[in-house]
């Protein structure tokens, strides 16, 4: 008796399906949802930390142009007013802008980084609400460079409760 070979009966392997790369597996959507909603509150944060600081590019650009002009006690004046204008829009809640010079000056320090508005506050009183005949024109002008350059480091670096 002749048998037949046994290794002919025997059909070809099949391989399984090749795994599609669509519908991914549950884990991959669980990541991709992660990671779309990560980005959108990064983008979320991002622009609600932009918006909250366009009032410091406002008032660096209002003390560019008083700086470029009027005359130096008016100058004094106008960085004062600024200044006070900057705070209140800083901290809404709190009543900083009527605050007497002096205090205003105290809160200016409390709130930057650095030692700034060292200014006689008795002095800065005379030339922000005395008449121009009364003003000392070189310490006017020395005030003015003094207040000037403290403005902008405070606008650029003051903390806010929230924001840092």
């Given at each position: 008796?002749?048998?037949p070979?046994?290794l002919a009966?025997l059909?070809?392997?099949?391989l ?12 991959w959507?669980?990541?991709?949802l992660f ?5 959108a509150?990064?983008a979320l944060?991002?622009?609600r ?7 410091r ?16 006690f008016?100058k ?6 600024l200044?006070?204008q900057?705070a209140?829009t ?24 650095q ?7 008795q002095k800065?009183?005379?030339?922000l609400?005395?008449?121009?005949e009364?003003?000392d024109p070189?310490?006017?002008a ?18 806010v409760?929230?924001?840092?």
């Amino acid at each position: 008796m002749n048998e037949p070979d046994p290794l002919a009966l025997l059909r070809d392997i099949h391989l399984p399906e090749a795994i599609s790369f669509w519908p991914p597996a549950p884990g991959w959507w669980l990541l991709a949802l992660f990671a779309i909603i990560c980005s959108a509150l990064t983008a979320l944060l991002w622009l609600r930390r932009k918006r909250a600081r366009i009032y410091r590019q406002e008032a660096l650009q209002e003390l560019d142009e008083i700086l470029n002009s009027q005359q130096h006690f008016k100058k004094v004046q106008s960085i004062f007013r600024l200044l006070r204008q900057t705070a209140h829009t800083a901290y809404r809640k709190k009543n900083i802008a009527s605050l007497p010079t002096g205090s205003f000056l105290e809160f200016l320090r409390a709130t930057s980084h650095q030692s700034l508005f060292r200014c006689d506050p008795q002095k800065l009183g005379l030339i922000l609400y005395a008449t121009p005949e009364k003003h000392d024109p070189d310490y006017c002008a020395d005030l003015c460079l003094s207040l000037a350059s403290d403005a902008r480091l405070w606008i650029k670096q003051h903390s806010v409760r929230g924001e840092d």
